[in-house]
């Protein structure tokens, strides 16, 4: 009778246990909606708080009548409220309006521009985790050490050192004084007009420059990545630096360490082998969250290096207060964090089974 019993009760937990990552995945990605959805209307508000678009970026530069003419034509001038409304349908159509300066479409300048950006933060995710994952379990192998001492200084200064003061650093050290790498820019003159001739460019320097197959494109646009990518990676290297240095520590506190430990096992070796998986899942989350802070520096590391990307784009509009502009690339970044943090969520369920119930 207990058998029989038991079997309905097994059936059910095996189909509660089988069905529970799809269940998550669903869950995480209906939660991408709600996300997108404040976060564009946030980007609406603050906007609308200086005033209508129009006025903001041609206030003072046109007679009044013809500034007048302009709001009533574009709609601000009618209640928030339904302007609010229109604006939500514009953006569930992927139409972010047209700029108010160069009178282009802002989804144009989102594809002409977002592959740059995107190239770059790739680049500064490789630095972080290069710099940081190593140097983190390196920290927690001789911790409470001289060398876990510079380290975690060193993290500290990654961290809170501004991406535009790196970057110049750079510059100065690299560019001016050595002379060895380029000073600015996403490729020289010639190489730029080698990647225009390609078809279908992709945007992405790197790609296209593979696609050429000339050895010296490629280290071209290669020699002008390494200074902003560095700059920008340095910042979330401090990040993954502790963080990886926290959780490696804890997990050689666990007994089944201690019993590798007492078999003669190295403190190194047990790092890397024993310590650093299980300690890889706060390290992919984080790098979801990590993904709008390099997002974030883009905008500082591109006008720095003249790194013509979205984040260049968003400080041109900015000064000449297009809000228009801003107001679409802002939203198209956010709906990339959303969907960066969803794909994380994905690897890091598929890693740890834990993550999730």
């Known amino acids: 009778m207990t058998t029989t019993e038991a079997s309905p009760v097994s059936a059910v937990s095996a189909r509660s246990g089988g069905g529970s990552l799809g269940r998550y995945l669903v869950v995480r990605f209906l939660l991408i909606f709600p996300t997108v959805f404040i976060l564009v209307s946030m980007v609406f508000l603050f906007m609308r708080v200086t005033g209508d678009p129009i ?37 569930f159509t992927l139409n972010f309006g047209t700029t108010l300066t160069d009178n282009q479409q802002v989804t144009d300048v989102l594809l002409r521009y977002g592959g740059a950006t995107l190239e770059l933060a790739i680049y500064a995710l490789l630095v972080a985790l290069v710099v940081g994952i190593p140097l983190g379990m390196l920290s927690a192998a001789v911790r409470d050490r001289w060398g876990d001492a510079v380290l975690r200084v060193f993290a500290i200064l990654c961290y809170a050192t501004p991406v535009f003061f790196a970057g110049l650093l750079l510059k100065l050290i690299f560019a001016v004084g050595l002379d060895v790498l380029p000073v600015a820019g996403r490729a020289s003159v010639r190489v730029e007009l080698a990647l225009g001739r390609i078809d279908n460019p992709t945007g992405i320097y790197l790609i296209d420059a593979v696609r050429t197959g000339s050895p010296a494109v490629i280290g071209d646009v290669l020699s ?7 700059a920008l990676g340095l910042l979330t290297a401090g990040v993954f630096l502790r963080l990886v240095r926290t959780n490696v520590i804890g997990t050689l506190a666990m007994p089944y360490v201690d019993a590798a430990r007492s078999r003669g096992i190295s403190e190194v070796r047990l790092v890397r082998k024993h310590a650093f998986k299980p300690a890889l899942i706060p390290i992919i989350t984080v790098i979801g969250l990590q993904v709008a802070m390099l997002l974030g520096g883009a905008v500082l590391t591109e006008t720095t290096f003249e790194w013509e990307g979205l984040g260049f784009q968003l400080a041109h509009y900015l000064s000449a207060r297009d809000f228009v502009a801003v107001q679409g690339i802002v939203a198209l970044l956010a709906v990339i964090v959303a969907l960066t943090n969803f794909f994380v969520d994905i690897i890091a369920a598929l890693i740890d089974p834990r993550v999730r119930y």
Request: no cysteine; net charge negative.
């Open 55 to 91: 006025t903001a970026a041609l206030g003072g530069r046109l007679p009044a009548d013809q500034l007048a003419e302009r709001i009533h034509e574009a709609g601000y001038d009618r209640p928030i409220m339904v302007q609010y409304l229109e604006y939500l349908g514009q953006v």
């Open 224 to 230: 002008h990545a390494v200074l902003p990518g560095i």
